[in-house]
C-alpha cells in the first residue's frame, strides 16, 4: 500500500549541486526513519542519509558537510540535498522507509525500482 517514488538525479559537472526528492503515498502509514541510499556500478548498495521521525538525522562519513537531508510533512516528500558533488558520488539513489522494524522496500532488488541517477562528470 505504501509506494516511494525518488525524482531530481541529472547530470551535473564536479562541485555542482542537486536536490533529490523522494514522495511517499498511501494511507495509514508513521515512518520511523527515512533513508537515502546510493549504489554505485559494481558496489554493494550503501545508506547515505537518514532523518527519523523526531528530525535526527545521520550521514555516512563520505558525505558528511555536503549532503543534507530533510523532510516536508505535509508533502510525505523527504528531499537530499547535494552540493560539492564528485565523481565518487555518481550512483543510483533510492529513498527507503522503516515502519518500525519493517520495510516499505525489502533487501530484494526488485522492490527497489529504477530510482534515480546521479551522474557527476566533466
Known amino acids: 500500500q505504501v509506494q516511494l517514488a525518488e525524482s531530481g538525479g541529472g547530470l551535473v559537472q564536479p562541485g555542482g549541486s542537486l536536490r533529490l526528492s523522494c514522495v511517499a503515498s498511501?494511507?495509514?502509514?508513521?515512518?520511523?526513519?527515512v533513508g537515502w541510499y546510493r549504489q554505485a556500478p559494481g558496489k554493494q548498495r550503501e545508506l547515505v542519509a537518514s532523518?527519523?521521525?523526531?528530525?535526527?538525522?545521520d550521514y555516512a562519513d563520505s558525505v558528511k558537510g555536503r549532503f543534507t537531508i530533510s523532510r516536508d510533512i505535509r508533502k510525505n516528500t523527504w528531499y537530499l540535498q547535494m552540493n560539492s558533488l564528485t565523481p565518487g558520488d555518481t550512483a543510483v539513489y533510492y529513498c527507503?522507509?522503516?515502519?518500525?522494524?519493517?520495510?516499505?522496500?525489502?533487501?530484494?532488488?526488485?522492490?527497489w525500482g529504477p530510482g534515480t541517477q546521479v551522474t557527476v562528470s566533466s
Open positions: 527507503n522507509a522503516a515502519l518500525g522494524a519493517y520495510l516499505v522496500r525489502s533487501q530484494a532488488q526488485a522492490d
Open positions: 498511501g494511507r495509514g502509514f508513521s515512518f520511523k526513519k
Open positions: 532523518i527519523t521521525a523526531g528530525g535526527d538525522t
